[in-house]
């Protein structure tokens, strides 16, 4: 079955350091790869997408790699800040409808 | 704009009751989204629908729950009857297919808690 997995345990960093988060999924292959933001009591934001023909895709200080052939994809925030602290949701999605897959999320927690 | 809006923002209820969850797309939105949350299952899909129509609900886990879009500005998820295995927050999204291009972004409400005592 389709399967997505992103770190379980918690990612504590210091402000300033470049937090790393990792997206693996199994029996997919997806045309799209999303990560979204979700802060307590709040739904998730969408934050960047990038497509299964990209390698590299950049906002400000959001960096996301897209890897088919080990799929896998690497979501870095640089020069890190407390309010960057969240849990960071991976979610797939193919080209044929909208149905997307998402995961359990990686808790960042950055400190000042 | 207000965003996806969804309402009650906290529901209580005793098992068997009947459930129904609200949600207000963005304006001009043409894809609902019905998702639910839990720590054990983390986000899942349970429909969604395009100018109205549901298109997939094969993430609905039992004929308890049901799904509708009477009109393109609101939406409603229902459960009946209700089990404490239902307890989760469920969120609504919406999200916007421009000409051309596929619709990325999905915007989320900021869902409902749902507790089944």
């Known amino acids: 079955s389709q399967k997505i997995e992103q770190n379980s345990e918690a990612l504590n960093i210091q402000e300033g350091k470049t937090a790393t988060l990792t997206c693996n999924y199994t029996n997919y292959s997806p045309a799209y790869l999303q990560w979204y933001r979700q802060d307590p009591g709040r739904g998730p934001v969408f934050l960047l997408l990038?497509?299964?023909?990209?390698k590299e895709k950049r906002k400000e200080r959001l960096k996301v790699t897209f890897d088919t052939t080990l799929k896998q994809s690497l979501f870095h925030i640089t020069a890190s800040q407390p309010a960057d602290s969240a849990t960071y949701l991976c979610?797939?999605?193919?080209?044929?409808?909208?149905?997307?897959?998402f995961g359990a999320g990686t808790r960042l927690f950055v400190k000042a | 704009d207000a965003g996806v809006i969804q309402s009650p923002r906290h529901e209580v209820t005793e098992m068997g009751q009947e459930v129904t969850l609200r949600c207000k797309p963005i304006?001009?939105?043409?894809?609902l989204f019905w998702y639910r949350q839990t720590m054990m299952r983390g986000l899942e899909l349970l429909i969604y629908f395009n100018n109205n129509v549901p298109i997939d609900d094969s993430g609905m886990p039992e004929d308890r729950f049901s799904a509708k879009m009477p009109n393109a500005s609101f939406s409603t998820l229902k459960i009946q009857p209700s089990e404490p295995r239902d307890s989760a927050v469920y969120f609504c999204?919406?999200?916007?297919?421009?000409?051309?291009?596929?619709?990325?972004?999905?915007?989320f409400g900021p869902g409902t808690r749902l507790t089944v005592t």
């Open positions: 979610a797939l999605r193919n080209t044929g409808g909208f149905k997307t897959i």
């Open positions: 990038i497509r299964e023909n990209e």
């Open positions: 304006s001009g939105h043409d894809y």
């Open positions: 999204a919406s999200s916007l297919r421009s000409s051309g291009l596929l619709a990325y972004e999905q915007y």
